[in-house]
């Protein structure tokens, strides 16, 4: 396959947020500023990277039927790993992402691409996989954390453009889904057009 | 495509086995690892807080002092029933007090902790935030000056340490009353400890 294709796909044509509509919890749950679903977009990025070249390389020794339970726990070992290290040695970023990292380990996202391409590919095009998803996922998380940040709050990466209050509403979680659903008809609108 | 490996009773058990023996070795060196650093790094946090309210001092005293037995103070609290006090001196004069103090009322289950500066008088030289765990973009909002820095100046023996919904001075922030009712209920627990260790002979 295409490297670059494979790297570029999570951008937009494959997006997991905007078209596979994969890891949508913790998306509608950090995404309440920009600079929350900015990070929160790397952290998965790096455990999806990790856990991708892992999943590729121990594929061929794991049995069909327990091939889940094992990926969720080398998923697991690597988003507590990322936990404890960014809590020792960057304090200040745990403190931002911290609640946040837990989290990862349920993103379907993570396991969908270690079940349905790690298992099954080279380990270069895993990485790359990995990253290009990863990115996407964290383009995603931005661009909607953008959005509700400067409806809800009026700033945007916590640079504030107007005095007062905003739409407290996109803040809240019903504006994670009112955001989410206008973002996935634009994007659809886009690759239709496209 | 790789060859998928036949599923039998004794290479599930071993696969399984080898994965999660690797895994616990690996977190648990990684564990031993950090752990140092982690304390450390807990430890800097909490002298950062302390400098941040409280005013120039060069030597602290630290030690625990117990919770006055006031149930609305000491409900829900489990085995905790002391607040950590930093006495802060400057040239052998006391400048004053930063107590660790926490709240189990807020949103999230998870403890928030508060390090709050008393002059020696009471006055609250200001209040910040060390953990929290609130609904991001609401209740987060209590770190914040806006909401944090209504408490810098002010006695509590005038200024009443409850939300104005409950009857109070203090401006909740919009849409988190829980987590604003927490931080008072927070800084209410140090200042009734702060006071208790006065009136039981302390020097402030």
């Known amino acids: 396959m295409n490297q670059w294709t494979n790297f570029t796909k999570g951008f937009i044509k494959e997006n997991a947020v905007f078209v596979l509509l994969l890891g949508l919890c913790p998306t509608l749950a950090v995404t309440s500023s920009a600079i929350n679903g900015m990070g929160m977009g790397l952290a998965t990025t790096f455990v999806l990277v990790c856990s991708n070249m892992v999943v590729t390389l121990v594929k061929s020794f794991i049995p069909d039927k327990v091939r889940i339970p094992a990926f969720i726990v080398i998923i697991a070992s690597f988003v507590t790993i990322v936990e404890l290290v960014m809590q020792a040695y960057v304090p200040a970023l745990f403190d931002t992402l911290g609640i946040f990292i837990p989290l990862i380990v349920v993103n379907c996202l993570v396991l969908g691409r270690a079940e349905g391409f790690a298992s099954k590919q080279s380990f270069i095009s895993s990485l790359i996989d990995g990253l ?50 206008y973002l996935i008809a634009i994007i659809n609108k886009l690759r239709k057009t496209a | 495509m790789a060859k998928k490996v036949k599923s039998s009773f004794i290479n599930m058990v071993l696969t399984l086995m080898i994965i999660t023996v690797v895994a616990s070795l690996a977190l648990g060196s990684v564990y031993n690892l950090t752990l140092e650093p982690i304390a450390a790094a807990k430890k800097a946090a909490r002298e950062r807080a302390i400098k941040l309210v409280l005013p120039a001092f060069d030597s602290l005293n630290s030690f625990k002092v117990p919770m006055p037995a006031d149930p609305e103070l000491t409900a829900g609290n489990g085995d905790q029933d002391s607040l950590e006090f930093h006495q802060a001196f400057e040239n052998g004069t006391l400048v004053g007090t930063a107590i660790s103090t926490f709240s189990n009322q807020a949103y999230d289950p998870t403890q928030i902790q508060i390090m709050v500066g008393f002059l020696p008088g009471g006055i609250i030289d ?29 006695n509590p023996a005038t200024f009443n340490l409850y939300v104005t919904k409950d009857g109070g001075q203090v401006d909740a922030i919009t849409a988190s ?5 927490a931080v008072c209920d927070a800084l209410r627990r140090a200042y009734a400890t702060f006071e208790s260790y006065k009136s039981d002979g302390g020097n402030e």
Request: aromatic fraction near 10%; charge should be positive.
């Open chain 1, 132 to 181: 290009g998803m990863g990115l996407g996922f964290t383009f995603a998380l931005t661009l909607l954390g953008s959005v509700r940040e400067m409806l809800g709050n009026g700033s945007i990466f916590d640079v504030k453009f107007t005095t007062g209050d905003a739409i407290l509403v996109f803040i809240l979680q019903p504006g994670a889904f009112i955001v989410l659903g």
């Open chain 2, 126 to 154: 200001s209040t910040v935030v060390t953990q929290q765990k609130e609904t991001p973009g609401l209740g987060t909002k209590m770190a914040d000056p806006k909401f944090n820095g209504q408490f810098a100046g002010k």
């Open chain 2, 177 to 181: 009353t829980i987590s604003s009712r």
